[in-house]
């Protein structure tokens, strides 16, 4: 089969891959369609050290072709939504509703896949930039078959981590104030969970003038350029005692320190952009006497099993927008300009169409 492998220095589309079949409680997926998240592009210029050679892509979307020992659900030919929670569930975390915490769900890599006798890693237990894939069964959340799957793969990672941090994590409440930086996948998803849950005040900040009109579809009241000048007090010029929530979707020392300066008294930050392993951030301590606070934030805290099908009663109900994230969908083939186009700031989210 064909996947797209990374060796460390490139991404190259390969033919001749083959993954093992699924053991007990496991699933073989056929990927149709898979997005490209900035997690992917952090492994491929170096920002997450993760050891290869590696089928990356985490954001995938496909059909259940083959069901290993004691698999109840899904069921062969169901559509399923994939996602990077390979957890145990049987920890505290994983039984008391928070499977992002467990323990087996983080850091584990495998090789389940091979080419010509060496084997390759996966990638959040999942590398959806490959034909097929072995998954738990847990992994793999069936969705019903007339939403296309070129939208349904954007649930896997940009759609639970944005709509998750404003739902499950900072708890937005109708009539508070949220600034949220960066308006790529994880963006525009916050800014819409943070309309859908009643938000008075959304202030998209990008450093591309051109995200403005999709922001404002997606929900923002205002947009500010961050070349355009000084952000914050651009910020505190909408909302004078700053945000109750500001959401960090770049990552890195100055943006949060930025953000920190947008927040009210009893503010919270919500950390959802992923720095480099050396950076550290600085903040004056004072900051805090006035109760605000930083929340990491893994994956929107999400709940798959739980938050898919309510996200996809939204989207039905055209409260959540998912197809619109879709800028553009590539070829196999051509992989190399959708690096190109996402690195160059070209998309909202750009899908690979899995089987050519
Ligand atoms: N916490 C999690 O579980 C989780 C999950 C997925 C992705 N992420 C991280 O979230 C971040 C965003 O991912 P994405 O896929 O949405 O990326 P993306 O490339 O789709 O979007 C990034 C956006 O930020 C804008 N931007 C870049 N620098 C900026 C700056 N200095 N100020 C304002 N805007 C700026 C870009 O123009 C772009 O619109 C990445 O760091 C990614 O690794 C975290
Ligand atoms: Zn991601
Ligand atoms: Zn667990």
Redesign the pocket.
Known sequence: MKAIVFDGTENKLVDGVTVRGPGPGEVQVRIVASG????D??VVNG??PFPSPVILGHEGAGIVEAVGPGVTMPAVGDHVVLTTLATCGQCAPCTSGHP?MCRESFGKTATPFELDGTPIHNFAALSTFSERIVVQAGQAISIPKDIPLTTACLIG??V???VG?VLNRARVSPGDSVVV?????????VIQAARVAGAATIIA????PE?EPKTSLFGATHFIN??AGD?VAAVREVIAGGAAHVFD????E??TS?AMEMLDWGGQLI?????GPETKLSVPASTFYMDRSVL?????SSRPGADIPKYLDLYRSGRLLLDELVTKTYELEDFESLLDD?RN?R???GVLLMQS
């Open positions: 490209l998240c900035q997690s592009l952090s920002k997450i992002t990672c940009a639970l981590t944005g941090a930086i960066g308006a790529g996948g994880i963006g525009l998803n900040v990008d450093t591309n995200k961050a070349m952000t979707c770049v990552g890195g100055a943006i930025q950390m959802l952009g992923v720095a990491g934030c893994r994956y929107g996402a700031g998309l909202d989210r």
